[in-house]
T-cell receptor, first 108, second 117 residues
Framework: SQQGEEDPQALSIQEGENATMNCSYKTSINNLQWYRQNSGRGLVHLILIRSNEREKHSGRLRVTLDTSKKSSSLLITASRAADTASYFC????????FGKGMKLTVNP | DARVTQTPRHKVTEMGQEVTMRCQPILGHNTVFWYRQTMMQGLELLAYFRNRAPLDDSGMPKDRFSAEMPDATLATLKIQPSEPRDSAVYFCASGLEPGLAGVYEQYFGPGTRLTVT
């Protein structure tokens, strides 16, 4: 069964708005990663946050991790139509376990 | 521009036929993963190898699926006999041994879309 569960499962916003996706998980982790999947393509690694980190930034991406609540959030600021994709969180202990993904649609 | 390659990209076959999917990991990566993606189940890990040795294939139906790495540049996933419920997109990913930090960053191939009729 999936370790991570993304929330919401689908989100539709206008270009320029911010998009926030949440991920909850069940067991201890070494790190948590976020991946993006464009339609019909493989997953692409976006950002990794280690279990001893609380926040991390990469360009327009901001990831937070709350190990006490077993949750993480991914914020995409100033969204673009090209950000339209499915986003997955993946937790890692001995191996990566992916959630079911969240579909983000950014309307131009 | 190093990337994971997978062949074929699309495969349509009849129930009962053997299906072989191939993956070429990124040169130098020592860990290879096979995933299956469906709408219902999401992304499931089927098996993974490190230094060509199978580490975990608990996600794979053993009676019909087999995964091998004949050499460092080729990983294969076979289904024999195939069934309609095997219809899915199969992804291969490769990465480097995580080391003490236990970090797995994986690089995905484009996938093989399998349809079993």
């Amino acid at each position: 069964s999936q370790q991570g569960e993304e929330d919401p499962q689908a989100l539709s916003i206008q270009e320029g708005e911010n998009a926030t996706m949440n991920c909850s998980y069940k067991t201890s982790i070494n790190n948590l990663q976020w991946y993006r999947q464009n339609s019909g393509r493989g997953l692409v690694h976006l950002i990794l946050i280690r279990s001893n980190e609380r926040e991390k930034h990469s360009g327009r991406l901001r990831v937070t991790l709350d190990t006490s609540k077993k949750s993480s959030s991914l914020l995409i600021t100033a969204s673009r139509a090209a950000d339209t994709a499915s986003y997955f969180c993946a937790t890692s202990w001995a191996k990566l376990v992916f959630g079911k993904g969240m579909k983000l649609t950014v309307n131009p | 521009d190093a990337r994971v390659t997978q062949t074929p990209r699309h495969k349509v076959t009849e129930m009962g036929q053997e299906v072989t999917m191939r993956c070429q990991p990124i040169l130098g990566h020592n860990t290879v993963f096979w995933y299956r993606q469906t709408m219902m189940q999401g992304l499931e890990l089927l098996a993974y190898f490190r230094n060509r040795a199978p580490l975990d294939d608990s996600g794979m139906p053993k009676d019909r699926f087999s995964a091998e790495m004949p050499d460092a540049t080729l990983a294969t996933l076979k289904i024999q006999p195939s069934e309609p419920r095997d219809s899915a997109v199969y992804f291969c990913a490769s990465g480097l041994e995580p080391g003490l930090a236990g970090v797995y960053e994986q690089y995905f191939g484009p996938g093989t879309r399998l349809t079993v009729t």
